[in-house]
């Protein structure tokens, strides 16, 4: 009587044990198709090619790495000598015509060196002069107007000031 008992326990066990055996390849098939979903590559079966894959992985990283830090070495070279400061001044060159049709552009990049470009505007004529700056210093003789150009191009305070709005301030000051 015992021995039928055990008999039909193991055999429901074993009955348990393999539907439960199904239920998981099941499972397990749903969440590989679930991964493949998200993952684009093909994954490694066993720990060595997982290893194996990682290293792959790093030394590309290493080498993308070294590639950008040359790029990034190459533009900053590059950018020191773009335009980096500049200055707008207008003025009024003395002219009947009035307004400060006259201006002086300090143009720089970041060794400071660059030019400077001035219209002289008169009612007959027009006059542009262009003045090379090397290491924040002129060649040529500076006027007043391109001398402040200069100043506020290297001192990165360029904010396009006209030299009648300068006087104005300058009379309601003293007054």
């Known amino acids: 009587m015992y021995g039928l008992n055990i008999e039909i326990i193991s055999l429901v066990l074993a009955l348990l044990a393999l539907i439960l055996g199904v239920i998981s390849i099941v499972q397990s098939n749903k969440v590989r198709r679930f ?56 003025f009024d060159s003395g002219g009947s015509d009035g307004g400060n049709l006259s201006f002086a552009v300090a143009l720089l990049d970041g060794h400071q060196t660059g030019l400077i470009i001035t219209s002289l505007h008169g009612r007959e004529h027009n006059r542009i002069y262009c003045k090379p700056i090397k290491e924040g210093v002129s060649t040529s003789q500076l006027s007043e107007e391109e001398q402040e150009a200069l100043i506020e191009a290297l001192t990165k305070s360029g904010t396009n000031k006209s030299k009648t709005e300068k006087k104005d301030r300058k009379k309601e000051n003293n007054n």
């Open 35 to 90: 991964r493949q979903l998200f993952t684009e590559d093909e994954q490694p079966d066993n720990l060595e090619e997982i290893i194996s894959s990682i290293s792959e992985m790093l030394k590309k990283l290493k080498s993308d790495h070294a590639d950008l830090a040359k790029i990034v070495e190459s533009q900053g070279t590059t950018l020191q000598t773009a335009f980096q400061f500049s200055s707008v001044i207008r």
